[in-house]
């Protein structure tokens, strides 16, 4: 896939190695979160359905369980028909207990909020739309950004340049690509 120069998107890029720290730990604290979750879905008798863990902005984030038509739900489980998953029931005993776990298992959060030296609007927003971060293929260069919203560029300042260049997807072939696979392209 190719992304041409007209592209719609916030872009940069950092090959700051404390911005790779902070990329490199986030991921780690997603992993970390991830490994809790299931023993969180163990304790809830539902280890035996396919876990369901988001993509994109909240990517790593558990967003429900995949449960096979005509199979039965686990005890404190509900069909969310618009996710397509089973998720927690807010309205029983065991749906309950399930959230408090999963919130008390810990997920960091979109990695916008984890990165430093990005916008303070940016870093602030509790869901950016289109957002991707992804490294080059050798590791050393982490690129980032968003779709822009419909009517042009966010309000949310600017990137702090000691840690980020901005890019443009149409002149980078590596960010291209890196946003591309990113975005599931």
């Not at 902070?22 to 304790?43: E, I, K, P, S, T």
């Not at 397509?84 to 997920?107: M, N, S």
């Not at 293929?137 to 822009?148: E, F, H, N, T």
């Amino acid at each position: 896939m190719t992304i041409p120069a007209t592209s719609p998107a916030v872009a940069a890029r950092s090959g700051n190695q404390q911005v790779l720290a902070a990329w490199a730990a986030g991921l780690a604290a997603v992993a970390r979160y991830a490994d809790r979750a299931r023993q969180v879905l163990a304790a809830a008798q539902a280890s035996a359905f396919q876990p369901a863990f988001a993509g994109g902005g909240q990517a790593g984030r558990l967003a429900g369980l995949a449960v096979p038509p005509g199979a039965g739900l686990p005890p404190g489980w509900r069909a969310d028909a618009g996710l397509g998953l089973a998720v927690p029931d807010p309205d029983v005993a065991a749906g309950r207990w399930v959230a408090a776990a999963l919130a008390d298992a810990g997920y960091p959060g979109g990695s916008w909020q984890w990165l430093p030296g990005l916008p303070p609007g940016l870093a602030a927003a509790a869901e950016v739309p289109g957002w991707r971060a992804a490294l080059s293929p050798d590791g050393s260069v982490l690129y980032a950004g968003c779709d822009l919203p419909t009517g042009g560029q966010p309000g949310w300042g600017p990137f702090d340049r000691r840690l980020w260049s901005p890019v443009s997807l149409g002149d980078d072939a590596v960010a291209a690509a890196a946003w591309a696979a990113e975005a599931g392209a």
